[in-house]
């Protein structure tokens, strides 16, 4: 993509109703525009990031054999009143009327659709266990929609939803998930810690939080620090029942809660002083396991193998997708702008031609952009006639993972400035090695 034809409307400033620093990137990179509170549109550039988080979450959730369905976002009120929620939701819940006066809903959650899908559809042992997932906009009429779309009102969710025969195996696949989810943040470039937590409106009695760690979080969490030595992406066998229970067993066990089930005395006997830690930190995804109660209430059963009807164990898996943008730049950013991890960079590579003009800049430049295409690397170009200095500000701010520099200088000695976003680091090569080494990088 060349930049004189890219859709990138960036700002100087950010506006001042945004408060934290991922809110203002996302606003001074042009990667959203707000419509109303807490609801807002996705540019190219932010739109990009977002579809980027959604394969990673995607090939992930398939390799555990959850299967991705499409529920929509306006939901019929009755299966809510069936299930006991549809008072509890309170003012959060925006409650639509059609035309012909039946009650509807703009889905805050998909626990109540996705039982009366499976009590329509399966009704036996043998067609368990199931895991099924969709990403889909999200409704929350939040009481403060703030810090851009980590609070949103209308929020883009990930949520998977496990049907299983009995406790014991809705517990492995809860364990599946939660170790899933580890390896997701860890590619998605984030350091992800699993935090006891309030299982709320959703219900159950086993819930975990996954948090990272940053200033700007809106939860609090006690935990352990050697959590944050555990590998996330440990390359065990996840096929074996044993060998998940102690991949679980490994996190799990580790002190970690947040501040609304925080207790002191558990906290001192538990973790010995010198692991004591606390922090803010912002929740990027949430697990349940809560048994039977939707099944109970709608009558979601299946015949198990000694021909008796019960009740099917469920839990739920969410992840928050849209939250995750800012997330991450809560995470990776530094006074200039957003640092992309590499796997959810919106471009791979940005081309700053410094001579925009000179018969050689624009040569090479159109060279090497054309080049890294062919070799499938994702390319920002700046094409345009703006300074070099307001070019190096821009590229810095959008937060590409690389920059490569065309300038004057290049003509007299054939190589080419690299810079690593990330480190600041900075070295030169000639065409073939720069086109060699940005390939190797991303493929
Ligand atoms: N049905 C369950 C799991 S599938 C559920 O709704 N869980 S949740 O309420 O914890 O939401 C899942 C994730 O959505 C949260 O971890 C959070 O990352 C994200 N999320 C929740 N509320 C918002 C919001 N207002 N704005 C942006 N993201 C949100």
Redesign the pocket.
């Known amino acids: 993509m060349k930049i004189s034809e890219f859709f990138l409307p960036t700002l100087k400033e950010a506006p001042s109703e945004a408060k934290v620093i991922s809110h203002q990137l996302m606003l001074r990179s042009g990667m959203i525009k707000q419509s109303s509170a807490g609801i807002y549109s996705w540019l190219p550039l932010g739109f990009k990031v977002l579809k980027k988080i959604e394969d990673i979450i995607r090939k992930e959730q398939d390799s555990i054999g959850g299967q991705e369905i499409l529920m929509p976002t306006i939901q019929p009120a009755d299966i809510w009143v069936e299930s006991g929620r549809y008072e509890d939701y309170g003012q959060e819940m925006l409650r639509i009327k059609d035309r012909s006066n039946r009650e509807l809903l703009y889905g805050p959650?998909?626990?109540e659709l996705i039982t009366d899908i499976f009590r329509t559809h399966l009704k036996s042992y043998k067609d368990l266990p199931l895991l099924l997932y969709h990403i889909q906009w999200k409704f929350?009429d939040?009481l403060r929609p703030r810090y851009g779309?980590?609070?949103?009102?209308e929020?883009l969710?990930k949520?998977?939803y496990s049907f299983d025969l009995d406790l014991e195996q809705s517990r492995l696949t809860y364990q599946k998930n939660f170790l899933s989810y580890l390896r997701i943040f860890a590619r998605l470039g984030l350091k992800a810690l699993p935090v006891k937590a309030n299982p709320g409106p959703?219900g159950g009695d086993l819930s975990h939080?996954f948090v990272i760690l940053a200033p700007n979080g809106e939860s609090d969490i006690f935990f352990d620090k050697t959590l944050l030595e555990l590998d996330p992406l440990s390359k065990e066998n996840y096929s074996d029942k044993n060998i998940i229970d102690k991949a679980y067993n490994k996190w799990a066990q580790c002190y970690s809660v947040t501040d609304d089930i925080y207790n002191e005395k558990e906290y001192n006997q538990f973790v010995s002083p010198e692991n004591r830690t606390n922090s803010r930190a912002i929740?990027?995804?949430?697990v349940?396991y809560f048994g039977t109660k939707y099944s109970k209430s709608m009558g979601a059963n299946i015949i198990n193998n000694k021909g008796e009807s019960v009740n099917v164990h469920m839990g739920?898996?969410?992840?928050?997708v849209?939250?995750l943008v800012g997330a991450i730049i809560e995470y990776s950013h530094d006074d200039k702008g957003i640092i992309w991890p590499i796997n959810v960079a919106p471009f791979s590579v940005g081309i700053l031609n410094l001579k925009n003009g000179d018969e050689y800049c624009d040569r090479m430049s159109e060279l090497i952009y054309q080049n890294l295409l062919i070799a499938g690397v994702e390319v920002l170009y700046d094409d345009t006639s703006e300074r070099a200095g307001s070019k190096f500000a821009n590229m810095d701010l959008i937060g590409l993972p690389y920059q490569v520099f065309i300038g004057l200088k290049s003509k007299e000695t054939g190589l080419f400035e690299i810079k690593e976003r990330s480190t600041n680091k900075r070295y030169f090569l000639a065409l073939d090695s720069l086109i060699n080494h940005l390939t190797e990088i991303f493929n």
């Open positions: 959650t998909n626990e929350r939040e779309v980590m609070r949103g009102r929020f969710m949520d998977s959703i939080e929740e990027v995804g949430h349940f739920s898996y969410g992840i928050g849209s939250r």
